[in-house]
Nanobody, 124 residues
Framework: QVQLVESGGGLVQAGGSLRLSCAAS????????MGWFRQAPGKEREFVAAIRQSGAGTSYADSVKGRFTISRDNAKNTVYLQMNSLKPEDTAVYSC?????????????????WGQGTQVTVSS
C-alpha cells in the first residue's frame, strides 16, 4: 500500500509560481510511474504531467507545456510540480497519482494510488 500526500498549494497572482510536492510512503517509490492531475470546479479531472521511474522521461498536457515541470527525487520519495507563469485557468485541486504497472495507467487517469489533492488558486 502506498500513501500519497500533496503539499505546496495556495493563492498566487497571475504570472506567479508555485511548487507542489507529493510525498509517498513505502520503500518502492522508485518503481512507480508518477503523475499530476487537476480538477477545476464543475469540470472533469484532467491530466497535467507524468514522469517515468528514473525521471528520464516526462509527458505534459499541451495547456501546461513550457510552463510546468515535473520532477522526482527517489531518495526522498517525492515528486514535484514546478508551476511558472500561472494563469487564472490553472485554478484547480491538484492531485498526484502513482502506478507500478505502466506509464499508460497514469496517463489515462487509472493509476492505482491517488493523493487527496491540494488547492491552487490563481487570481487575475
Amino acid at each position: 500500500q502506498v500513501q500519497l500526500v500533496e503539499s505546496g498549494g495556495g493563492l498566487v497572482q497571475a504570472g506567479g509560481s508555485l511548487r507542489l510536492s507529493c510525498a509517498a510512503s513505502g520503500r518502492t517509490f522508485s518503481a512507480y510511474f508518477m503523475g499530476w492531475f487537476r480538477q477545476a470546479p464543475g469540470k472533469e479531472r484532467e491530466f497535467v504531467a507524468a514522469i517515468r521511474q528514473s525521471g528520464a522521461g516526462t509527458s505534459y498536457a499541451d495547456s501546461v507545456k513550457g510552463r510546468f515541470t515535473i520532477s522526482r527525487d527517489n531518495a526522498k520519495n517525492t515528486v514535484y510540480l514546478q508551476m511558472n507563469s500561472l494563469k487564472p485557468e490553472d485554478t484547480a485541486v491538484y492531485s498526484c497519482a502513482g502506478d507500478p504497472r505502466t506509464l499508460s495507467a497514469v496517463l489515462r487517469g487509472v493509476a492505482t494510488y491517488w493523493g487527496q489533492g491540494t488547492q491552487v488558486t490563481v487570481s487575475s
